[in-house]
């Protein structure tokens, strides 16, 4: 075929997938924002400060297959144990385990909301699922368990998740597996110990089949993250443990995909997404520094939230099975 | 029966103004352990010390060796499950007075495994020269901290937040190594601990009105656990004994009335109520503890069991009782 026609096709296959991310980050802040004033409470900023990151790894990133899993989740089934062999995990919503398809790890289980909404948004589950979150026998836990969908590993108690992708990671390895590791992580857990000795074993073991994508959003439960316990310099402190760093704006697409294309180097890469919690949702800007967990403290509140959610995102998201993009 | 709020927070204040040598220790969870007042108010004895709990339990060791009491405040889970080497070798080892705080006991978050506390006191028991409190209700909140300041040696106490009822009365404090009494019978003997206590008290009343005779005991030491008033109502029950606690079956409240009731041979059936050696997952409170057994349908149907019979006692018979704040038994003994 003629190749400036060539060019022209690519060219618009590289606008096609940074259109749809920007389009599926809008659709999380929209139904992030549903779900906080129907719940009267959520972790609404973590949706700001990581729409474009989630929407960057499921549109372009990750290597997934479709999901595995039924549309609407089915309720709880039982903790894990030899005598419950009913216990699952959310994996099957991020498609089929295959040695040459990648995984993701949520390591910061309160961005389980957004993952949530991610899931919905790129039809891998449905709206009515979405619709059980927090409620009494459910998957769809506030602080994502292995079994909410989504998620494979236990991650609640903050500063294991990377150690425990870091593992499977070791071994998908030593299997020869070509598929790639993901993870997502909140700044805050470079605060716990944990965090520092998975990097120092990712180096030493030489693990480049793991990527972790930080929103770096500069906050935590207690206010801002520099009054808390300092963590910076954070990119310095992680090329001197042996990582492949890469420090990008995380509200842009283009630049939270770049590193995931090159070529592994015998380092873990990180991809430091300096982002802020009020993108895409200026009615925040209010409560900063105190945004951890946004609450509204009376119907009026609510009220308010009410009308800028018509306005700023007038049309209903688009409906996963009428999209022409696959999930 | 008042329900109060910001218990913990405004105590604490009050409390500590005359201790210099309190400081105050948070892992970034500063507002959820009701410490931020303290924060506000005496900001040089607050130290924020990051999501690092490992590092904040042997560093208030430190502190504790230069003289100073340090009160550490985090989800149970992370002081007792996170940093338990670190309890058991930078704190309770060399007997300093560190006080853990910590928050969220059993199925009271809907938080899920990662969050909710359902084995510490078994895993603190076990700690020599650890001292164990539970609180169930504002009065035990504000108390707890005379109690665990008059211990020369670490304190693991289980802390409740939030709405609060009280329970017991202002005038009577929590006390080292004594339960409460409240309400004293023949037939089965009760004991309960921490949130747990609020729940039976609905039953035993119902139960009451049926002819059945409970002596009810309130557990909030649970180590050193030798309180003698323990087998002395454990003794008293002509059909058995019912233990029920915000924990699992295993190492807490029931093994340690089941260690008492055994050396002393007194040969009483033995029935624990709370989490059957499983974790549990996120939900509501009201929902876990009809999921796992631990609520006042649980004891109705384990004094059924024991006495061989039953009654016709429902859920709605339970809701429609209305708590009064009590006095234990005890006072009218000891005046």
């Not at chain 1, 790890?105 to 979405?130: H, K």
């Not at chain 1, 499977?168 to 857990?189: H, N, T, Y």
């Not at chain 1, 074993?201 to 770096?216: A, E, M, Q, R, W």
Request: proline share 5%.
């Amino acid at each position: 075929m003629d190749t400036n026609l060539n060019k022209a096709i690519s060219q618009q296959e590289v606008v096609h997938w940074q259109d749809k991310a920007r389009r599926v980050a809008r659709g999380i802040r929209q139904r992030a924002l549903e779900l906080t004033i129907k719940n009267n409470g959520g972790y609404l900023s973590q949706a700001c400060s990581s729409a474009e990151i989630f929407a960057a790894l499921y549109t372009k990133i990750m290597k997934l297959g479709p999901s595995q899993a039924p549309m609407t989740p089915p309720p709880f089934p039982g903790v894990p144990s030899a005598n419950n062999p009913n216990s699952i995990t959310g994996v099957d919503y991020n498609g089929p385990k295959s040695p040459d398809l990648d995984r993701f790890f949520l390591s910061s289980v309160q961005y389980a909301m957004v993952l949530y909404v991610t899931l919905v948004e790129l039809g891998r589950m449905s709206p009515e699922g979405l619709a059980m979150f927090n409620t009494d026998g459910s998957t769809i836990e506030m602080i994502g368990a292995e079994h909410s969908p989504g998620h494979e590993i236990t991650s609640g108690s903050l500063g294991q998740g990377l150690s425990q992708a870091a593992g499977i990671a070791l071994g998908r390895c030593l299997k020869g597996e070509k598929g790639r590791q993901w993870v997502f992580m909140s700044d805050g857990e470079f605060q716990s110990g944990q965090t520092w000795e998975t990097l120092q074993t990712l180096s030493f073991h030489k693990l480049d089949n793991i990527g972790i994508y930080v929103d770096v959003n500069g906050q935590q439960c207690d206010g801002q993250m520099e009054n808390v316990m300092n963590i910076e310099p954070l990119q310095a402190k992680l090329e001197t443990f042996g990582a492949r760093v890469y420090r990008v704006n995380g509200h842009d697409v283009e630049a939270l995909a770049y590193p995931a294309d090159l070529s592994p180097n015998g380092c873990p890469l990180f991809v430091l997404a300096y982002t802020n919690t009020t993108e895409g949702m200026d009615i925040l800007e209010e409560r900063k520094p105190r945004l951890h967990y946004v609450r509204f403290k009376d119907e009026a509140e609510r009220e308010r939230y009410r009308t800028y959610l018509t306005h700023t995102f007038p049309h209903t998201p688009v409906s996963p099975s009428s999209s022409p993009f696959p999930g | 029966m008042e329900i109060l709020k910001q218990v913990h927070a405004r105590n604490l204040v009050k409390w500590a103004k005359d201790k210099p040598r309190v400081v105050v220790l948070s892992a970034d969870l500063t507002s959820s352990t009701e410490i931020d007042l303290f924060r506000d108010t005496f900001p040089e004895r607050f130290f924020s010390m990051g999501m690092a709990e490992q590092n904040m339990i042997s560093f208030a060791g430190g502190l504790a060796r230069e003289g100073f009491f340090p009160f550490v405040h985090t989800f149970a889970v992370f002081i007792y499950r996170r940093a338990l080497d670190q309890i058991s070798m930078s704190i309770a080892y060399p007997n300093l007075p560190v006080r853990l705080f910590g928050f969220l006991p059993g199925i009271t978050t809907p938080g899920g495994a990662t969050h909710q506390a359902t084995e510490d006191i078994a895993v603190m028991r076990v700690l020599p020269n650890m001292t164990i409190l539970e609180t169930g209700d504002a009065t035990e909140v504000e108390s707890v901290l005379d109690v665990a300041h008059s211990v020369d040696g670490p304190v693991y106490i289980r802390m409740i937040r939030g709405e609060i009822p009280r329970l017991f009365d202002r005038s009577q404090p929590m006390q080292l190594g004594q339960s409460r009494i409240l309400s004293t019978g023949s037939d089965v003997t009760l004991f309960s601990s921490g949130i747990c206590t609020e729940e039976a008290m609905r039953v035993t009343q119902v139960l009451a009105k049926h002819g059945v005779s409970i002596q009810h005991m309130h557990i909030s030491t649970l180590k050193p656990f030798n309180d003698p008033a323990v087998l002395e109502a454990a003794s008293r029950a002509r059909y058995g004994v019912i233990t029920m606690e915000n924990h699992t079956v295993i190492g807490g409240l029931g093994s340690a009335v089941a260690e008492t009731l055994a050396e002393a041979g007194a040969g009483k059936k033995l029935m624990r109520l709370g989490l059957k050696d499983t974790y549990a997952h996120g939900a509501s409170r009201h929902y876990l503890m009809r999921e796992y057994k631990i609520d006042a349908l649980a004891v109705k149907e384990a004094v059924e069991k024991l006495l061989g019979t039953t009654f016709g006692i429902t859920e709605d018979d339970l809701a429609a009782v209305r708590l009064e704040s009590i006095h234990s038994k005890a006072k009218a003994e000891a005046l």
